[in-house]
């Protein structure tokens, strides 16, 4: 289901050596920041960020944290750079069940709730589903059970052929959207269990006689949409993603909120149809 819409990017290239230095660099190679550029961003010198960059001088652990803040790292990669140089991880990683993300979990809730009938689910960072409203209930009627329960994952869900993917009448767009959209993840945060998933949901089958339908008309679609059928209606939809500012938590930071928004006026229509 999910859909995010940034370009490529490549993955850090592989540190030469151990330590927090060879790790900046990467990082810093990765976002085509030269020194000089990144000293001025963090209020330091080239000179510095060279002796950093090949372990001729330690970093504070301030400065480690504001050079990957410059560097767009995300919050689990900061901790990682933390324990290169030294230093204890700065951002906890609260379990989503434990009460003190009692108030983000009801907000949670309650934001996915008032966007039906419309179609919102939350993911972590596996995609695994933590929370889904009556949309996305009605889009999975008649996925089996075993893709279901006990931890649904979204994209097993829309990529499997026993799952989303027969119904979906634009599977090869879709699927190749959220592939990509895999790789890039998987370039940003070196996740062993992200490219397990990869790799088995890349490798799932074609359904039987499944194929990109086409629209009778052509259609200006202002986004690409995932076309599905639902009781024997295409319903259009475009998906949105939204993450939380300025996170503080690791598991904060790797959560995403999915909404999906109906592409053409049928669609809307019907859905507000079965709400009532």
Known sequence: MTAVAPGPAASPPAPDGKGVGPLLRAWRERQRVSQLELALRADSSARHISFVETGRSRPSEEMVLRLAEHLDVPVRERNALLLAAGYAPHYPETPLDDPALDALRDGMERLIQGYEPYPALVVDATYTVVAANRGIAMLLEGVPESLL????????????????????????????????????????????????????????????????????EPVAWFALPMRIEHQGRVLSFVSSISTFNTPMDVTVAELAIETFLPADPATSKYLHSLAS
């Open 149 to 216: 329960a006990p931890a649904p994952n979204a994209m097993r869900l829309t990529l499997h052929p026993e799952g989303l993917a027969p119904r979906i009448r634009n599977l090869r767009e879709w699927r190749g959207h959220l592939l990509e959209q895999m790789q890039r993840q998987i370039a940003l945060h070196r996740s062993d269990a992200l490219r397990e998933l990869y790799e088995e949901v890349a490798g799932y089958p074609a359904p039987a006689g499944v194929d990109d339908v086409r629209p009778a």
